[in-house]
């Protein structure tokens, strides 16, 4: 008898620990790019949430869909913006620094159809050489209101994966993707696009 109840202990145990390992893998996801693309750290205070961002990073965060109030500040706590309440609907971008992003469209599967799928075009970034595809930059009114609610697949901290593998080429031709970044960090991703 006492071995048994060792066992179901031990069992109850692993399964507790189990389900704590699967909640704490979970944490690394999020659905809101807490973006902070400028050169001064700053504190984020989202409802009574405070995240410490320093400059030039990012976090992913998890947010509950609905009203939530938002404060920005400086390193020495001076008030830079604050938002009485954002809406947020399934997550997206939260633009810390009021930088500039681009969303990079990417088709996968049969190539042939860019030409139909995508409306590809020459696409300028400052004072560097013009790049092609499909790209749109979020508007100033978009970023004007510090929370861009989520039309891209990818975010800032994810990747372009090299293959999809959620849809089948028999049935399916192609599939669109889209993705998010920084402007400043556009042309190196497409440049590493490139190379083989």
Not at 50 to 67: E, H, M, N, Q
Not at 173 to 186: A, D, G, H, Q
Request: aromatic residues 12%.
């Amino acid at each position: 008898m006492f071995d048994k109840e060792l066992i179901f202990m031990d069992l109850k145990f692993s399964s507790l620990f189990l389900i704590l390992a699967l909640s704490l893998l979970g944490c690394s996801s999020g659905n809101v790019d807490l973006d902070n693309a400028g050169d001064q750290d700053l504190t984020v205070q989202i409802d009574e949430l405070v995240f410490k961002v320093p400059a030039g990073s990012y976090k992913l965060i998890t947010l509950d869909p609905g009203r939530h109030s938002l404060t920005i500040k400086d390193a020495q706590g001076v008030v830079l913006d604050e938002k009485k309440t954002f809406n947020l609907i399934e997550g997206g971008l939260i633009n810390l620094s009021k930088s500039d992003y681009i969303v990079w469209t990417e088709l996968y599967g049969d190539l042939e159809l860019r030409k139909t799928k995508l409306n590809e075009e020459w696409f300028k970034i400052g004072d560097a050489s013009p790049i092609y595809g499909e790209f749109e930059r979020l508007r100033d009114a978009d970023l004007e209101r510090i929370y861009v609610e989520k039309r891209w697949d990818f975010g800032l901290s994810e990747n372009f994966p090299e293959t999809l593998t959620q849809f089948s080429p028999i049935e399916e031709k192609f599939v669109i993707r889209k993705k998010l970044f920084r402007e400043s960090e556009l042309l190196d991703a497409y440049s590493s696009q490139l190379k083989p």
